[in-house]
């Protein structure tokens, strides 16, 4: 945990120092948002239908009237649901992708090399990495949003009969822009957090082959665990702001 | 097309599990040693997870509740959602991460290292030997984490519910029987099942198939992460959509 801690720490104290490399961090930003953007729509397409069928099962439940579902399902979406699925997708793609990339470097002595030439590897590997993740993360929350409430309420217009007047009407009481604002800081978070854990895992690699694949399974669980502790802390911290 | 032709692999693969489970049964003792690794290996992971879980559930649904002054049904929301959705999903990703992620590289480390040959060599069947346990230890040890999961994010839930909303735990337990039906609970069971199924099959899938080195391992690794995440979102409205209309169909609700 220290050690882990000693690496955020470095890398912040990078970020500001030269040389800037845009051309790297263009090229991960590539790989984060763009190349990720067409699974990310249709993951959270997906999850955005199943939570509006579900949010209108239980309010059958409790209070006898569905007529509140689409506000209720729009809350869920902007505040948890897109960022926290866009997030955990990231993690396998981008997470375990960065550990074993890392990991190789690290047990074929690449970073050892990359010493000797006198590069920080941190500043040469995880700065542009970090940069890239959390405005990847930005971006791809936003874009996951939208799709989420575009699915929702395509799915309420045609399944539970909700025109999409109504869902907007319905989604303009319970949520604000506070929400979404919201809900970029927690990708940003998740941006912040993938990159570190798993370049983590990777400096710190094992021997041999397995050693990598230790590496990325081991990244990709801790970030999948650390993702879901920041969003509670988000969450409650976000909720006692608004109360 | 290439995702095609991998979907038909990937099935085939399945078909033929499915195969050398009915005509040839592995030893028994092989998958109990598996589901005790799978169980062993993640209820840490999915226990916290668990827990964390059913406190956010809480936190998003306590000031909703507010607003309609329905706080009492709480404990039932959050614990029905957690059945019925947000856990098997939760069990699903974490699974993935960890014994997907590992199974994979495993069986790719073998088959890279030609250890796989070695057995076809010695005249045993490699499926019933080394992928069937696996895939059974999986599924049958995902309904254990489920289970446990759910304890956690009850107990989560629970905390948060006296911490944050003011319910005490008598109050959060009293409206779970009236809101979490047994439908509910079929419906989780399923869809915890079928989860992982396709965990199970993808994950010895693609480590089985991995070729080119430690490079195949690793990409056979990423390759299961991504596909069983993708698959398991699909599964999820598949399952969700079926059951609401056989449901509605049966006159439940």
């Known amino acids: 945990m220290t050690a882990f801690l000693a690496l955020v720490a470095e890398t912040l104290r990078e970020i500001p120092r030269r040389p800037y490399r845009p051309s790297e961090f263009f090229k991960q930003l590539h790989f984060v948002a763009n190349q990720s953007v067409p699974m990310v729509i249709f993951c959270v397409c997906f999850a955005a239908m199943v939570t509006i069928l579900e949010s209108s099962f239980h309010m059958k439940i409790v209070i006898q009237n569905d007529s509140m579902v689409p506000g209720f399902a729009a809350m869920l979406i902007l505040r948890e649901l897109a960022v926290v699925v866009t997030a955990l997708l990231m993690t396998s793609r981008v997470g375990a992708g960065l550990a074993a990339e890392v990991g190789t470097m690290a047990i074929t002595e690449q970073i050892d090399a990359l010493k000797m030439l006198g590069i920080r590897p941190v500043q040469y590997l995880v700065v542009p990495r970090l940069l890239a993740c959390v405005i990847g993360m930005v971006m791809l929350g936003i874009i996951a949003n939208i799709t989420c409430l575009v699915a929702a309420m395509w799915v309420s217009d045609f399944y539970l009969g909700f025109a999409p007047g109504t869902f907007i009407t319905s989604m303009n009481r319970f949520v604000g822009m506070s929400d979404f604002l919201g809900a970029l800081v927690k990708a940003a978070c998740f941006g912040f957090i993938i990159p570190l854990v798993s370049c983590y895992f990777g400096f710190n690699c094992e021997k041999g082959a397995e050693g990598v694949g230790r590496a990325t399974t081991k990244s990709v669980v801790a970030s999948s665990v650390a993702i879901l502790v920041v969003d509670f802390l988000l969450a409650y911290l976000f909720s006692i702001l608004k109360a | ?253």
């Open chain 2, 1 to 253: 097309m290439k995702i095609v032709n991998e979907i038909g692999r990937t099935l085939q693969f399945f078909f033929l599990i499915m195969e050398t489970m009915i005509r040839r049964p592995c030893a028994r003792r092989e998958v109990f040693v598996q589901i005790w690794k799978v169980t062993e290996q993640s209820f840490l992971t999915t226990g916290m997870a668990g827990f964390f879980v059913g406190a956010i559930m809480t936190v998003q649904f306590t000031l909703q509740m507010k607003e309609f002054g329905a706080l009492g049904f709480l404990g039932g929301l959050a614990t029905s959602g957690t059945i019925r959705e947000v856990g098997p999903l939760l069990i699903a990703f974490m699974l993935a991460g960890k014994v997907g992620a590992y199974t994979s590289a495993e069986l790719g480390t073998m088959r890279v290292t030609e250890q796989i040959d070695a057995i076809r060599c010695l005249g045993a069947d490699p499926i019933q030997e080394i992928i069937l346990p696996r895939f059974l230890g999986i599924i049958v040890a995902s309904f254990f984490l489920l289970g446990l999961g759910l304890m956690m994010s009850i107990g989560g839930g629970m905390l948060m519910g006296a911490l944050f909303a003011g319910v005490n735990a008598e109050e959060y337990v009293r409206h779970i029987p009236t809101i979490v039906t047994s439908v509910s609970v079929v419906s989780g069971l399923i869809k915890c099942f079928v989860f992982a199924l396709l965990l199970a099959t993808v994950c010895t899938y693609k480590g089985y198939s991995a070729t080119g080195g430690a490079k195949g391992v690793g990409l056979a690794v990423v390759g299961t992460a991504v596909t069983t995440m993708v698959g398991i979102v699909v599964a999820d409205w598949l399952t969700s959509f079926i059951g609401e209309s056989v449901l509605r169909a049966a006159g439940v609700y």
